[in-house]
């Protein structure tokens, strides 16, 4: 099976950089083109480079296309003619719709969308499908993804929120922490990468323990902050004035989400 991957940004070197470090494939499998072809890091014995977009998809089996919204359009337009007849589409952008990639090229398409925790192989990285895709296409791209961690299938419609859960999250989670250690330190003189270390231990084993031992939030809550200790006038806090920031985050994301969608819509009808 032959692997192309389209745009060499963020996305698609992560890409590129665990497809070829799994060991599955060699040079002659593993395809990548760039829209400037000199950013591309040359490593002739791992990958082949492509002149262009519709070389690589006359060689793919499976055609990862990782650029922004606002240049699909073109590059699925460029595409069309040399496509393989079986070949699997992989969009990873989750906020373009089928119903518009469709517009352009109507095959067997997927969006995927993936997580910064990639990085170490602990993605849970999201799928969705066309009704074009069966179940041996779903079984090789969940394979394919397992370079990355692990693999969610959502159906179209929850991947807008599926990703505020997985992909976005390490940002909201980081920003969140942040906030915390750095009022931590107006009260304490241990130094802010101390701070910042025992936070994030913290924070990794409270997550394994609830995992482990199948604890809820509550769970945790209940057995830390003791009726009229000192936990429970912190978590009181945040029960009485957090609901309202992560309101208004999930309102504002969601929001970004949906003109996202729509000048990707205005884009394709250009
Ligand atoms: N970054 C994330 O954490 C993340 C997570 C999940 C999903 N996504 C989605 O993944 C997609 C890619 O995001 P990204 O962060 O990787 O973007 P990026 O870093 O901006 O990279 C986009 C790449 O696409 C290339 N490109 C643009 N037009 C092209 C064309 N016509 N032919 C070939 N290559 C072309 C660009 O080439 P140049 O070098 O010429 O600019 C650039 O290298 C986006 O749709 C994004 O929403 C991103």
């Known amino acids: 099976m032959n692997v ?23 040079a002659n499998s593993l395809y990548i083109a760039n829209r400037t072809t000199g950013k591309i890091a040359d490593a ?11 070389e690589l998809a006359s060689k793919a089996d499976v055609v990862f296309v990782c650029v922004r919204p606002v240049d699909m359009k073109s590059v699925l337009s460029e595409i069309k003619g040399s496509l393989k007849e079986n070949a699997l589409l ?25 997580s910064v925790t990639a990085e170490i192989d602990r993605s849970q990285t999201l799928v969705c499908y066309n009704e074009l895709v069966g179940s041996d296409d779903k ?7 397992g370079c990355i961690g692990t693999v969610i299938e959502l159906p179209e419609k929850e991947l807008g929120m599926g990703s505020e859960l997985v992909s976005c999250m390490p940002g909201f989670i980081a920003s ?12 304490t003189a241990i130094p802010v ?3 910042v270390k025992m936070v994030l231990n913290t924070l990794n084993a409270a997550s394994e ?11 945790v809550v209940t057995r830390v902050a003791t009726k009229g200790g000192i936990t429970e006038e912190g978590t009181k806090v945040v029960y009485e004035m957090f609901p309202e920031t992560a309101d208004k985050l999930f309102e504002n994301t969601l929001e970004k989400r949906r003109l996202t969608a729509v000048n990707a819509q205005k884009s394709f009808a250009e």
Request: hydrophobic fraction near 40%; glycine fraction near 8%; charged fraction near 20%.
């Open 209 to 219: 323990l609830m995992l482990e031992k199948e604890m809820s939030f509550g769970d």
């Open 44 to 54: 002739p014995d791992r990958y082949t480079i492509c002149r262009s977009n519709s």
């Open 139 to 145: 079984a090789m791209l969940e394979e394919l993804l």
């Open 193 to 195: 990468r101390q701070i």
């Open 4 to 26: 192309g991957i389209i745009g060499y940004g963020s996305m698609g070197k992560m890409l590129l950089d665990k497809f070829a470090a799994s060991g599955r494939f060699d």
């Open 90 to 114: 992989v969009s990873l952008n989750g906020n373009i719709p089928f119903e518009l990639l469709g517009s352009i090229i109507s095959t067997k398409t997927a969006k995927v969308v993936p």
């Open 176 to 187: 969140i922490f942040d906030v915390i250690c750095t009022s931590a330190q107006k009260h």
